[in-house]
């Protein structure tokens, strides 16, 4: 078996090309920079060459490459989109034209003098074209996962983001339901246009959110019981609480928000109960849900990941740093492998 499997993150997509007949350090490794971050740097050097740009492509991950669209604007230079590539600036159209962006049909191809940059959160084409310089190609399956805020047009998109994960605990919280398997729910617009570029009729792919991913890796070889998996991405800090196949309670917010007694006591808070969704979310954070409070002296580990784990490194809590397979960056792949094999074994 192989799979590609991808963790697109705002900083960096952390890439594992899995196969099964070889020793787990001996698979392909790659930790790149992400596409909203490629899509950035090409806006901005047609910023600084006084060229207009013309967005094709799918909807991804906005942060890095919306920025770069908003100082283009800023720079008085047009920005030409497809409807596809316009939703990654924003769910409502309308506010996309009223920034200044130019929008127009699919059907439209690039204005005179524009330079068309392809919007997509896997370029396959680029993947490829790396492993064949290895005498390698891509495989038939992937396993990807990006940040979805779901598409909310006409609300919040913390609130609306935050309704989707309560309502997989409220049904049970086990770790499989946040992995979709050969389709996705309509809402959740960037994973299904990654379906769209990823998926034809003989393959498998599965897509996930990267916070349960990255959850979902750091649980390897965790002890029995419940536990806190603490995940400190570069953009956003996600906590849950696991209990062997069930996730009972997460709270999510930025990492730019956090700091290590902050973070302590939030997790104390999360474990015990004590902490609710309008106190994360009035902070700018995205949210918590508590299906289940265990109590933080039943916790048996507290488990740490992510590019900036080093906020717990001073941490007064008791904590394990995990680095599965001894690659803490791969931890997000790890479990997309994990819950890939486990969903296409029960014909999911």
């Given at each position: 078996m192989q799979i590609m499997a991808i963790d697109v993150g705002k900083g960096t997509q952390d890439i594992l090309l899995y196969d099964d007949a070889q020793h787990i350090e001996n698979n392909i490794k790659m930790v790149l920079p992400s596409q909203t971050q490629i899509i950035a740097q090409r806006i901005n050097l047609a910023t600084d060459a006084g060229r207009d740009v013309?967005?094709?492509?799918?909807?991804?991950?906005?942060?890095?490459?919306?920025k770069a669209v908003r100082e283009h604007i800023r720079a008085e230079l047009k920005v030409?989109?497809?409807?596809?590539?316009?939703?990654?600036?924003?769910?409502n159209l309308e506010k996309v034209a009223q920034m200044g962006v130019t929008l127009v049909g699919e059907a439209d191809t690039a204005p005179r003098g524009a330079e068309q940059i392809e919007m997509c959160d896997v370029d396959t084409h680029a993947l490829g074209t790396a492993l064949r310089l290895f005498e390698t190609q891509l495989p038939r399956d992937f396993a990807v996962a990006v940040q979805d805020h779901g598409e909310a047009p006409d609300m919040s998109n913390r609130v609306f983001r935050f309704r989707y994960f309560r309502e997989l605990l409220?049904?049970?919280?086990?770790?499989?339901?946040?992995?979709?398997?050969?389709?996705?729910p309509p809402h959740l617009s960037r994973?299904?246009?990654?379906?769209?570029?990823?998926?034809?009729?003989?393959?498998?792919?599965l897509l996930m959110d990267t916070g349960p991913a990255a959850i979902c890796g750091a649980l390897d070889g965790s002890p029995d019981g419940p536990v806190a998996v603490v995940n400190i991405g570069n953009g956003h800090t996600l906590v849950a609480v696991v209990d062997?196949?069930?996730?009972?309670?997460?709270?999510?917010?930025?990492?730019?928000?956090?700091?290590?007694?902050?973070?302590?006591?939030?997790?104390?808070?999360?474990?015990?109960g004590e902490l609710d969704f309008d106190e994360v979310f009035n902070d700018g954070g995205h949210g918590c849900h508590i299906q289940e409070a265990v109590g933080f002296g039943n916790i048996r580990s507290v488990i740490v990941t992510g590019p900036n784990r080093n906020i717990m490194a001073g941490s007064s809590l008791d904590v394990e740093f995990a680095a599965p397979h001894g690659d803490m960056m791969l931890t997000g792949c790890f479990g997309l492998v994990e819950m890939f094999k486990k969903k296409v074994g029960q014909g999911q």
């Open positions: 013309f967005l094709t492509g799918t909807t991804m991950g906005g942060g890095p490459s919306g030409y989109a497809r409807p596809d590539a316009a939703l990654t600036i924003n769910d409220e049904q049970g919280g086990e770790l499989e339901r946040f992995a979709h398997l050969n389709r996705v994973m299904q246009a990654v379906m769209d570029t990823l998926r034809h009729q003989d393959n498998n792919v062997g196949n069930r996730m009972l309670a997460l709270f999510e917010h930025h990492t730019r928000s956090v700091d290590t007694p902050k973070l302590d006591d939030l997790v104390k808070r999360l474990c015990d």
